[in-house]
């Protein structure tokens, strides 16, 4: 066995790191206490270690995070933006559903959903201490959603270990279009991709995911 055939870690590391992996769940119910700020840069420390697409962009600021704490009034700023951006979504989607019927059976549920979020808002802007937004350079070709996704993964897991709660805000994507959106982040429109999430204490523990045996869903093909 040569040295590159010994793993660097422990069984006992890997069997942290599954329950790590075992332990991330999407929290969508948060506790009022304030997560620290130094919880947050470790946090965020975690989304700048994930990949990016070095090929596509260049340079060191390929990748940036805005930090908005609940209570602040740029953040209701932004919560209302996104009601105004679900109610756009919804009317430009009940328009293509009605031009093309055969996705109307696919896309009812949707337009209801966006109709409700116009109404109650947007889950994760506002309901949690933390809403961030990360913004990653839009290069060519585009990749940047991809690297936001490995980027919010790793703050995921992150969160995770330090006992904090996590929620996906895809919406955050779709606001990225948005340049009054922008205009808040102070980033310029059109050279960015968006995604975000909300971060606090969960008010319960969830139990670990459950998915179905590696095995059952893997074929090995020669
Ligand atoms: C691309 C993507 C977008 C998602 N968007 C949201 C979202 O906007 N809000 C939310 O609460 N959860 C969101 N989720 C979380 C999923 O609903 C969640 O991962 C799934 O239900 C499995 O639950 P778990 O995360 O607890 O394992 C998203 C997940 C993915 C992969």
Not at 191 to 206: D, K
Request: charged fraction near 20%; glycine fraction near 8%.
């Amino acid at each position: 066995m040569t040295m590159t055939n010994v793993s660097p870690f422990t069984q006992e590391d890997n069997a942290i790191l599954d329950r790590i992996l075992e332990s991330r769940r999407s929290v969508r119910l948060f506790a009022p206490d304030v997560p620290s700020k130094e919880h947050i840069l470790k946090i965020i420390r975690a989304g700048l270690l994930a990949p990016y697409a070095a090929q596509a962009v260049s340079g060191q600021d390929f990748r940036q995070f805005f930090v908005f704490q609940k209570g602040s009034p740029k953040l209701a700023e932004l919560a209302a933006l996104a009601k105004r951006h679900v109610k756009r979504m919804a009317e430009q989607l009940y328009k293509e559903l009605a031009a093309n019927p055969s996705l109307k059976e696919k896309g009812t549920g949707f337009v209801k959903r966006l109709e409700q979020l116009e109404e109650t808002g947007v889950p994760g802007i506002g309901t949690a201490p933390y809403f961030i937004v990360v913004a990653e350079r839009r290069g060519i070709p585009p990749a940047e959603q991809q690297s936001l996704a490995h980027c919010l993964e790793n703050m995921w897991l992150k969160a995770t270990a330090l006992g904090l709660g996590f929620q996906l805000v895809s919406v955050t994507a779709q606001m990225g279009q948005d340049s009054e959106f922008c205009s808040v982040l102070g980033i310029p429109h059109g050279e960015f991709g968006t995604n975000g999430c909300a971060i606090g204490y969960p008010v319960e523990r969830l139990p670990p995911v459950e998915r179905p045996d590696a095995s059952a869903v893997t074929k090995w093909i020669d």
